[in-house]
């Protein structure tokens, strides 16, 4: 069985500093990855996947995340955070090969930018 | 370029009445549709994904049932709704390929609450 965590409930960054919100992963294979977005009563916006090939993935803006096999991880990035950047964040795991088209979701992460 | 959209937005319904949600997208063809349930603690639960028009794979047993009457139509139903099923419900479209890759693509959500 696929599944993720995302340690944390909530992140809090001042604005200008950078931000990592943690993700890890189980898969029995190999995995495909995303990161979505959530604003307040709005769907998710997709922010980005890794699918195979360079284990750093760039995404929408600003946003990239880093596949590690090694540590079951692919943590989201982002070099300098902005306050339009606090939402709730999503990390969400796929694996290769499997039968079923269920994507499993994190619970989520709050990220905060303070000003 | 492809959209999503979902209504109503938000809708307020006695407990033991019927429900009707509805989904369509446009600007593809022959997409593959998904049901989500967010509860308020935040999690994504796929209910139903659709690979085409009739086909309709549950992933939960509940009190709820989908139909894809026509190719970007998605529809969310219920004969009597429970206070259970309140929720923020997402719907979802993806490009239909063989691999298992592709990116979900959500809507706006319904948000429901069941009186």
């Known amino acids: 069985a696929q599944s993720v965590a995302q340690p944390e409930d909530q992140v809090n960054v001042a604005e200008g500093n950078p931000l990592t919100v943690k993700c890890t992963y189980s898969?029995?294979?190999?995995?495909?990855l995303f990161w979505y977005v959530q604003y307040p009563n709005r769907g998710l916006q997709f922010l980005l996947k890794?699918?195979?090939?360079d284990n750093l993935v760039k995404g929408s803006y600003g946003f990239e995340a880093e596949f590690n096999k090694s540590q079951t991880s692919f943590h989201l990035k982002k070099p300098s955070a902005l306050v339009s950047d606090s939402a709730l964040y999503f990390c969400?795991?796929?694996?290769w090969g499997a039968g079923s088209y269920q994507l499993t979701f994190g619970k989520g992460t709050k990220l905060s930018v303070i000003p | 370029s492809q959209t999503i959209h979902q209504w109503p937005a938000t809708l307020v319904q006695p407990v033991g009445s019927p429900l009707s949600l509805e989904c369509t997208v446009e600007?593809?063809?022959?997409?593959?549709l998904y049901w989500y349930r967010q509860a308020a603690g935040r999690g994504l639960q796929l209910l139903f994904y659709?690979?085409?028009?009739?086909?309709i794979s549950s992933e939960v047993p509940q009190n709820l049932s989908a139909s894809r009457p026509q190719d970007r139509q998605f529809i969310l139903s219920s004969k009597k709704l429970l206070l259970s099923d309140s929720g923020f419900y997402l719907c979802a479209w993806s490009v239909r390929t063989s691999g298992r890759g592709e990116t979900q693509y959500f809507g706006p959500g319904t948000r429901l609450l069941v009186l």
């Open positions: 890794y699918i195979t090939g």
């Open positions: 969400a795991v796929r694996e």
């Open positions: 898969v029995s294979g190999n995995p495909y």
């Open positions: 659709s690979v085409g028009i009739g086909q």
């Open positions: 600007g593809t063809s022959n997409p593959n």
